[in-house]
């Protein structure tokens, strides 16, 4: 087993074998800078530069102009909602249509960097809307913002689940949780260094401590670190996603991605090369993963026994 106490964190998984391959992974060649992913049933949307893509395995099957797409999206129906630093507007993407059908100026907290990311929950879209600590809660049925939940600094990073919003801040090194119901932070758990992206699934909030290296589980029920697992020397800069019982992160250095047991915290493989940051998305079909600086998506298939 390789739980950890919150205040520490060893090399669990370190000395496992070199990376591996998946069985007979696709790789797709996606010119610019394919990044951040949503997952559209068989299909996965991309930003890419001036423009969100989407793609099969087949091949490109739609692209929709925006400005400077930036951060991690997020569909909710029928619509595809990302984050245009260039506009500080949320845009709203039919995904059936391809075609742009709202810009909401809510403002982008990180529009420089770009790192942050759109989630949707409680019937409502939501993203961080300013530097100085604020959350825009976004009604999709009147493309309007309802609620501004303040927050502490640099909380760009945002997760959905457990019946909350989380949300992660590099700057104060906290996660905060938010009450949906009331629009307020209802608890701050302190981090390590430098969080990043998370995930809420599979019993836990998943926090990337990139500066780290490591992975903080997060029980929701107590609202605090139950254990961390030492990936690498670092985790900058890569995304994170649960299911099928695992957790999946996309890594930089060392691997494409890790396999982390939710329950033990034990990495369970490392799969493929490193391929620089990019993004990660998992369907119970098959995996797939972003290389911005290589230029390509890569589909890994059955993912069920990828680290069995």
């Known amino acids: 087993m390789c739980v950890l106490a919150s205040a520490v964190a060893i090399g669990c998984g370190l000395a496992m074998a070199g990376p591996a391959l998946a069985q007979k992974e696709q ?20 930003t890419n530069k001036g423009r969100v893509e989407q793609w099969s395995r087949k091949g490109k099957l739609a692209e929709v102009p925006i400005a400077r797409p930036c951060g991690g999206m997020s569909i909710m129906g029928t619509d595809l909602w990302v984050a245009n630093c260039k506009d500080g507007t949320l845009d709203r993407i039919n995904i059936r249509s391809a075609k742009k059908i709202a810009a909401i100026a809510t403002g982008i907290a990180n529009g420089k960097e770009g790192e942050l990311n759109v989630v949707t929950g409680a019937g409502s879209v939501w993203i961080a809307s300013d530097p100085a600590g604020g959350i825009a809660r976004v009604d999709p049925a009147t493309n309007t913002v309802i609620a501004t939940i303040p927050t502490e600094a640099g909380a760009y990073y945002l997760a959905f689940g457990h019946g909350a919003l989380w949300a992660a801040s590099s700057k104060t090194r906290t996660l905060q949780r938010i009450d949906p119901a009331t629009n307020t932070v209802v608890a701050t758990i302190p981090l390590g260094q430098q969080p990043g992206f998370l995930v809420a699934g599979e019993g836990a909030v998943w926090v990337q401590e990139q500066g780290d290296g490591t ?27 649960t299911g099928g019982g695992k957790v999946w992160l996309r890594t930089t250095d060392d691997q494409t991605f890790v396999v982390i047991d ?38 890994w298939p059955k993912p069920d026994t990828i680290g069995k």
Request: aromatic letters at 8%.
């Open 27 to 46: 790789v797709i060649t996606v010119p610019d800078f394919a990044d951040f992913l949503a997952i559209d049933g068989k299909t996965v949307w991309a």
């Open 215 to 241: 992975v903080a589980a997060i029980d929701p029920g107590t609202n605090a670190v139950r254990g961390r697992v030492k990936v690498g020397e670092n985790l900058k800069y890569g995304d994170i996603d």
């Open 262 to 299: 939710p329950k033990t915290l034990a990495i369970r493989a490392r799969i493929g090369k490193a391929e620089g940051s990019g993004a990660l998305r998992y369907t119970p079909t098959g995996i797939w993963t972003s290389a911005h600086d290589v230029h390509t998506i890569t589909w």
